[in-house]
């Protein structure tokens, strides 16, 4: 069965810290592959998204997340955290195909403080 | 369980015109998604409700798409005027939260000719 792993369960920083946060897949096929973020008290939003092409991709608020297809992964990354990064991450899976109606495939979230 | 519920399974439509595609949600689902999926690009987010407000619509890709949820048991999405690169699996799919896991429907395919 397909699943999503973050390491990371609660990271700490501090202001202009650089983030990276692990997201790994088990999944032999194409996938579509995605980070959320949900601020204290908000619903998910999406920060980024990635389906073919260039694997880095570039997201909203200075995020990025490079895709490695031999690792089966697709960590999130930003050079420079700010206090409003603290939030809950989470990466999400699903396999592409056209026909394919698997469900959205989420990890477990990785609890970001940032401390000024 | 019914599951997601969409409507209706196969549309085919000269450009031009409006197409509107219908998805009833699990019910106690709070959070519903559109989804549209093509050969070329995969699945792609287009837009997605909580408790029936829209939260995160950057997915759509123009003005002639928008969606609505008048109420938790009922969603729209529709496309006016329709074009034929819009033809494709256009998926609804619900959770109990944003973070939970989502229920897919069957998915609407449309052929814009």
């Known amino acids: 069965a397909q699943s999503v792993s973050q390491h990371n369960h609660h990271v700490i920083l501090s202001e202009a810290a650089s983030l990276e946060l692990g997201c790994n897949y088990s999944?032999?096929?194409?996938?579509?592959l995605f980070w959320y973020v949900q601020y204290p008290g908000q619903h998910l939003q999406l920060l980024l998204k990635?389906?073919?092409?260039?694997?880095l991709v570039k997201g909203i608020k200075g995020f990025e997340a490079e895709f490695i297809k031999s690792k089966f992964s697709f960590n999130l990354r930003k050079p420079s955290v700010q206090w409003s990064d603290t939030a809950e991450y989470f990466c999400a899976v699903k396999p592409a195909g056209a026909y394919n109606t698997d469900k959205l495939i989420f990890g477990t979230g990785t609890r970001l403080q940032v401390f000024p | 369980d019914a599951g997601v519920i969409q409507s209706p399974r196969h549309e085919v439509t000269e450009m031009g015109q409006e197409v509107t595609l219908r998805c009833k949600p699990i019910s106690g689902h709070n959070s519903l998604f559109w989804y549209r999926q093509t050969m070329m690009r995969g699945l792609e987010l287009l837009i997605y409700f909580n408790n029936n407000v829209p939260i995160d619509d950057s997915g759509m890709p123009e003005d002639r798409f928008s969606a609505k949820m008048p109420n938790a048991s009922f969603s729209t999405l529709k496309i006016q005027p329709s074009e034929p690169r819009d033809s494709a699996v256009y998926f609804c799919a619900s959770s109990l939260a944003p973070s939970r896991q989502q229920f897919f429907g069957s998915g609407t395919r449309l052929t814009v000719v």
């Open positions: 999944y032999g096929g194409t996938v579509n």
């Open positions: 990635y389906f073919s092409g260039d694997p």
